[in-house]
């Protein structure tokens, strides 16, 4: 599937690269997010089917946070110094590239994948549609303000080009701090406190980011935007992972999440245009608070075995919860097809 996903991709980014007119763009960039979701949906649920889940996420982040920074600022300078369109080659180049790498993904869960697991223990594998409705209307709004952010910060900020550039990748980077500290505030605040907090930072943090019109409290609000992003994406996909060892769940979100992400610049888009920025602030705070509903109801879940699941005589919930690995460093928002 991932190696399906990336030719597709980079297919779709030679014919965005070559593409003279508006349709052949569209149809071009079709293609490379199929591919893109494919891969992240694979990639993702791999990291919930290895058997040291928290070590692959640990290494997957650090790779991904380090590689988007550089494009953040490697794509944007390509278009501009050799000619624009050059970026999707860059972007092609590094479909090529993460080929080889396809072969360390394991093929499959780490715990059986069918019947019971662990001597009776039975997971519930198939989200509900609020959850991926929910997953999906959160991509929607941040991958959508994320496709915007650097117009914005051009536009409302005055900063340069270059500069906007620098302010996203080191915002990337910097989050890496998010992914660090929310396991360790889940621990001692509690699951559900902790998203409660992170989320309402996140969406206040994203809504200043589109408001204003400072320089200083532009580059604040991206770094902490986020910082808070990344948190609230470990927690939940630790969840899911927890839910779900075998990584049909984390597929399923990503692949929710992918789906957002190809709507959101055009969602993000329309309400910049028929009602302006102060409008777009409120919409995206409000609709981030919305989306995480059902996916704080998952993730609280997740703390322990959910009723559902079918217990055999002589297993408990908590020494499931032990077993089951879960994903504590997560992977970066960056890692779409957004990207």
């Keep these: 599937m991932t190696r399906l996903g990336l030719a597709l991709s980079g297919a779709g980014f030679l014919g965005a690269a070559a593409a003279v007119d508006p349709v052949t763009l569209v149809l071009a960039n079709l293609v490379l997010g199929a591919g893109l979701g494919a891969v992240y949906a694979a990639a993702t649920a791999a990291l919930a089917a290895t058997d040291d889940a928290d070590k692959a996420s640990a290494v997957t982040i650090c790779g991904v946070v380090g590689v988007t920074a550089l494009l953040i600022m490697g794509v944007p300078a390509a278009n501009h110094d050799l000619g624009e369109g050059t970026g999707f080659l860059l972007m092609a180049l590094c479909c090529l590239a993460a080929r080889p790498l396809v072969r360390r993904l394991p093929d499959?869960?780490?715990?059986?994948?069918?019947?019971?697991?662990?001597?009776?223990?039975?997971?519930?594998t198939k989200p509900s549609v609020v959850l991926l409705l929910g997953t999906a209307l959160l991509w929607t709004v941040t991958q959508g303000a994320w496709s915007y952010a650097s117009v914005l910060g051009r536009q409302h900020t005055g900063m340069s080009h270059s500069a906007v550039s620098a302010v996203l990748a080191v915002s990337s980077v910097v989050a890496l701090v998010g992914a660090a500290v929310g396991p360790v505030a889940a621990r001692r605040f509690g699951r559900m406190q902790f998203m409660a907090v992170f989320v309402t930072a996140q969406a206040l943090a994203m809504a200043v980011l589109v408001l204003t019109h400072d320089p200083v409290v532009f580059t604040v609000a991206a770094v902490l935007w986020q910082a808070c992003q990344l948190a609230v994406l470990v927690q939940m996909l630790a969840a899911a992972a927890l839910n779900d060892p075998t990584g049909r769940l984390v597929a399923s979100l990503s692949g929710a999440g992918a789906l957002g992400t190809g709507i959101g610049p055009l969602?993000?888009?329309?309400v910049l245009?028929?009602?302006?920025?102060?409008?777009?602030?409120?919409v995206l705070a409000f609709g981030t608070v919305v989306a995480s509903l059902p996916l704080l109801r998952m993730t609280v879940a997740g703390t322990a075995a959910p009723p559902e699941k079918e217990l055999a005589p002589g297993?408990?919930?908590?020494?499931?919860?032990?077993?089951?690995?879960?994903?504590?460093?997560?992977?970066?928002s960056r890692w779409s097809p957004g990207a």
């Design 273 to 282: 245009d028929a009602a302006g920025a102060d409008v777009l602030g409120i």
């Design 267 to 270: 969602a993000v888009g329309a």
């Design 108 to 124: 499959g869960p780490a715990t059986a994948d069918t019947g019971p697991v662990g001597g009776g223990v039975t997971i519930a």
């Design 315 to 332: 297993i408990s919930g908590p020494s499931l919860a032990a077993e089951v690995p879960s994903v504590a460093a997560g992977v970066s």
